[in-house]
């Protein structure tokens, strides 16, 4: 009875080797690998990979990439997400400007992770001094959807009471005005804090 039991006991602890005499884990396989009969992987949403110990393990994936007719692709090379805005509500300080403009570009917030946000609902022309929430490398693109016009001013033409730093924006000439429906292209800069407006199609 005790010699069955310590053969079973090993027999549960054995390592496996194919192509080596010394596994290191219960099937260690020195060589390249084909898997068949496995239909489902033709619509795998995930991916198992080797890590550096040659040890089959789940990779995980961040959301910017993204499965499209079963290839791995990099979200952001071929769609943009889009997100609304209504301003209807929007406070307009003195000359039109409007500080620190609130998109809902933050952690957490419903624009959150989107390239282009289309905003709507404007109760006037109103001139924008700055946007929240900007981190480096945020590439944005600005849609408007209305009759009102919409002026970007520089951080140098700001009033006194303008945006944080922060959130300003860099127009080389300027300023740069959508006359109702357009849109502006814009990139956050992390290193000077800044957005740096890139184009506008009006």
């Known amino acids: 009875m005790v010699f069955l039991l310590l053969s079973f006991n090993g027999f549960v602890q054995a390592q496996v080797g194919i192509g080596t005499t010394s596994p290191q884990e219960t099937l260690h396989v020195q060589g390249d690998l084909i898997v068949e009969g496995f239909s489902e992987l033709d619509n795998s949403t995930a991916l198992i990979g080797a890590d550096a110990q040659g040890n089959l393990t789940t990779l995980n994936l961040n ?106 924006i860099k127009v080389l000439a300027g300023s740069e005005t959508i006359s109702a429906e357009g849109s502006v292209e814009l990139f956050y800069d992390g290193a000077i804090q800044r957005w740096l407006f890139l184009s506008i199609h009006d």
Request: hydrophobic share 35%; charged share 15%.
């Open 63 to 168: 959301n910017q990439l993204v499965f499209e007719n079963n290839r791995l692709q990099l979200a952001s090379s071929i769609l943009y997400g889009i997100g609304t805005m209504s301003l209807s509500g929007l406070a307009i300080g003195s000359g039109n400007q409007v500080h620190d403009l609130d998109l809902q570009l933050g952690p957490g917030e419903v624009n959150n992770g989107k390239t282009v946000v289309k905003v709507s609902n404007l109760p006037g022309n109103i001139k924008i001094t700055g946007i929240q929430d900007g981190v480096d490398g945020m590439h944005l693109f600005f849609y408007h959807a209305g009759t009102q016009n919409i002026v970007f001013l520089d951080e140098s033409n700001n009033a006194a009471n303008s945006s944080l730093p922060k959130n300003r």
